[in-house]
């Protein structure tokens, strides 16, 4: 026996109209009042009956399979229904993760920006992150019409300390904490965490942090300690040290180069514009996972619980960032994803847009409670985005033929109204265009900040180790190596006229270091190569043999 079995044409209908919404006014709650009390004459009857059948009627001549959405108060309006009616839903509603699937052109941007700046007053801070373009400065003027000062930091303005500790965190738990977001953005193998934690350990008692000191080492100060331990898992050790020196030379000591840089805390209390295009794909991970990251833990270690929202994060084209492929593939993804479904209790909202569902970490969807989707570009992208929602087959047919930019089906994460419902936002007026130099004049606000840069002299990600050379007139010239090179040639000098593939192993280095570093060392006659017939089917064998100058190089060398 099911459900249906027990009930009678009236509870059918009281059920079905409570679904439409259908008894919202007084009258309609008197109706219900007296169907709770058994009290139905025939003029009760007769009311129900006709207040459903006449929503009934309007929804089977509706051009559209979703309901009409009973969303009619809040202080944020969502959009607008097909009548021009808004959607309103409370801005707490937000404080939570959000996810936002639309293609190019769809309106994306636009829709973050109509809710930006309705949520602006709502807040202390909100970041709003751009990862591919520089849209979200357009906004200045927008907010100051209302109040908000709106800080733009361009991609190249930032100045950060990963290493720093943030509020209120210790810092044995922050050195393993930004230990694994190093590993995860830097795509390093797993044993590099504990290289990368207990190199960070040793600074921050070098720098006096456990007894409170606030200079902090930087990430020039973590290469060079990973760089000087010789004795540390050579793959894990080089592989640090080649991710982190492509970070450090496209940064350089302007935007890494603090003792103490912005304090994240602080930032977490201003509206503030990210731009982070033109960085490197690592780079951006790095910011954007250090300052998310960073906030989200100093809350979690205040014990901050079921605070309503004070900071809400937009990321906009957050594809690669939150990949599933990165995630699964090598030892890359970051920590976000991590601690995203903690935002809720802590009073952060986040709110992420992609373009596609394919490839979109299967953590997103579960850990985000509001779910929007624009126009897509195929039936697979509204499949994949619909069953989000749990769309039927016919609401995701429906959305393929005709969604256009600007219109977008969502689902609010709470409330007493959950089905998806379609809407529309509005166009944004033409916009002010924010010039850089307008931009970088918002970063006064900023400038009452605790800021302590590094004085480097000369830091140079390639370490330098001096080699003398007597030349035939016995004139002093100094030659210079790298770190691989002196290995290398050391290696060669020890073991002559082995196969070039059997120095991987002895001067501990990648093949592809060995291949970058076999002309060099040609070039200057240090070595000399010989191709030797291997005396079974395939390839020759290439056999290495030191010259006198490489010998001499190696005895002379000081390090």
Same mark, same amino acid.
């Given at each position: 026996m099911n459900n249906n079995d027990i009930l009678n044409d009236i509870d059918k209908k009281v059920l079905l109209g409570r679904q439409l919404g259908v008894f919202k006014n007084p009258l309609g709650q008197k109706l219900l009042q007296l169907y709770g009390n058994g009290i139905l004459d025939p003029w009760a009857i007769g009311q129900i009956n006709k207040r459903v059948d006449k929503q009934l009627r309007k929804e089977a001549f509706r051009a559209i399979p979703f309901k009409q959405p009973q969303l009619h108060s809040g202080e944020l309006i969502l959009g607008a229904d097909e009548k021009h009616h808004p959607i309103k839903s409370p801005v707490q509603y937000m404080n939570a993760g959000s996810l936002l699937v639309a293609n190019t052109g769809s309106g994306k941007t636009t829709l973050v920006s109509f809710y930006a700046a309705q949520i602006a007053h709502h807040v202390k801070g909100m970041w709003l992150v751009d990862l591919r373009k520089k849209e979200f400065r357009l906004l200045k003027a927008e907010f100051a019409s209302r109040g908000v000062d709106l800080v733009i930091v361009r991609s190249r303005k930032f100045k950060i300390n990963p290493l720093q500790v943030p509020y209120h965190v210790d810092p044995y738990e922050y050195a393993s904490t930004i230990a694994d977001v190093l590993v995860k953005v830097l795509n390093l193998p797993p044993r590099a965490s504990v290289l990368l934690s207990s190199s960070i350990i040793k600074m921050y008692k070098e720098f006096n942090i456990f007894n409170g000191g606030q200079k902090y080492p930087t990430l020039f100060h973590l290469f060079e300690a990973v760089r000087n331990n010789r004795n540390a898992n050579s793959q894990a050790r080089q592989a640090i040290l080649d991710n982190l020196e492509a970070i450090l030379l496209a940064f350089g000591t302007e935007m890494l180069g603090y003792y103490r840089g912005w304090p994240v805390h602080e930032l977490a209390r201003l509206q503030i514009a990210f731009e982070l295009a033109g960085q490197p794909e690592a780079g951006k991970d790095l910011v954007l996972n250090y300052l998310v990251v960073a906030e989200l833990i100093s809350r979690i270690s205040q014990g901050i619980s079921n605070r309503g929202m004070d900071l809400w994060m937009s990321i906009d084209e957050g594809q690669r960032?939150?990949? $599933?492929?990165? !995630?699964?593939?090598?030892?890359?993804?970051?920590?976000?994803?991590?601690?995203?479904?903690?935002?809720?209790?802590?009073?952060?909202?986040?709110?992420?847009?992609?373009?596609?569902?394919?490839?979109?970490?299967?953590?997103?969807?579960?850990?985000?409670?509001?779910?929007?989707?624009?126009?897509?570009?195929?039936?697979? !992208? &509204?499949?994949?985005?619909? $069953?989000?929602?749990?769309?039927?087959? #016919? $609401?995701?047919?429906?959305?393929?033929?005709?969604?256009?930019?600007?219109?977008?089906?969502?689902?609010?994460? !709470?409330?007493?109204?959950? &089905?998806?419902?379609?809407?529309?936002?509005?166009?944004?007026?033409?916009?002010?265009?924010?010039?850089?130099?307008?931009?970088?004049?918002?970063?006064?606000?900023?400038?009452? =900040?605790?800021? #302590?840069?590094?004085?480097?002299?000369?830091?140079?990600?390639? !370490?330098?180790?001096?080699?003398?050379? &007597?030349?035939?007139?016995?004139? $002093?010239?100094?030659?210079?190596?790298?770190?691989?090179?002196?290995? =290398? =040639?050391?290696?060669?000098v020890d073991n002559p006229m082995l196969s070039s593939s059997s120095y991987v192993k002895l001067a501990r280095i990648s093949p592809n270091t060995l291949k970058k570093l076999r002309p060099i060392l040609i070039e200057k006659g240090f070595i000399v190569e010989h191709i030797m017939d291997s005396g079974n089917r395939g390839r020759s064998k290439r056999v290495w043999e030191p010259l006198d100058a490489g010998k001499q190089a190696i005895t002379d060398t000081t390090i």
């Open positions: 960032l939150f990949s $599933q492929r990165k !995630e699964s593939i090598g030892h890359g993804g970051n920590s976000i994803t991590d601690l995203a479904g903690l935002v809720r209790g802590i009073g952060a909202g986040l709110f992420i847009s992609v373009l596609t569902p394919d490839d979109l970490s299967n953590k997103i969807p579960a850990i985000t409670s509001t779910k929007l989707m624009g126009r897509c570009g195929s039936i697979p !992208e &509204y499949h994949a985005a619909g $069953q989000f929602m749990g769309l039927t087959k #016919e $609401q995701i047919v429906w959305c393929a033929h005709n969604m256009v930019p600007g219109m977008f089906v969502g689902q609010v994460s !709470e409330g007493p109204w959950r &089905y998806p419902f379609l809407f529309r936002v509005p166009k944004m007026k033409q916009l002010k265009v924010v010039a850089d130099h307008q931009a970088d004049e918002s970063l006064k606000s900023l400038d009452s =900040l605790d800021v #302590e840069p590094v004085e480097f002299s000369g830091w140079s990600a390639v !370490e330098r180790i001096e080699v003398k050379d &007597y030349a035939v007139h016995k004139t $002093q010239k100094v030659v210079q190596l790298t770190d691989s090179e002196f290995r =290398l =040639l050391k290696a060669i």
